[in-house]
């Protein structure tokens, strides 16, 4: 009788892991980049999200002085490349975005185009 127990669990086991397994493939479901564009609350962006842009802008261009120095002499064309990302990024962010929205950069560039 205990080999009967035994088959019925390893069965149950097995069961149970497919079916857990298949689960996260059977909850998908594709609604587009319209669905994952979601605002952020206006009072969140203002009181929390814009002072940390603020200070991220600030220790952006700290940041980016000895960095610009390096990739200068190393790399002077590519001096734009530690600029974008460390100043104009967070300055973007902080002070040109409207208030509760920030568009990724594929969504910043498709709107340049239109």
């Not at 079916?19 to 609604?31: H, I, N, R, S, T």
């Not at 564009?37 to 940041?63: E, F, W, Y």
């Not at 530690?82 to 568009?103: C, S």
């Amino acid at each position: 009788m205990f080999q009967h127990t035994r088959g019925f669990v390893a069965a149950l086991v097995a069961m149970a892991v497919l079916v857990v397994g298949a689960a996260p493939a059977l909850a998908y479901q594709d609604e587009g980049l319209e669905a994952t564009q979601k605002s952020t609350p206006v009072l969140l962006d203002a009181m929390v999200l814009r002072p940390m842009g603020l200070l991220l802008t600030v220790g952006g261009i700290v940041a980016f002085v000895p960095a610009g120095a390096v990739v200068g002499l190393t790399r002077p064309t590519d001096l734009g490349k530690p600029f974008k990302l460390l100043v104009a990024n967070p300055f973007r962010y902080t002070f040109m975005d409207p208030l509760g929205e920030h568009p990724s950069p594929k969504q910043r560039e498709a709107m340049r185009r239109s």
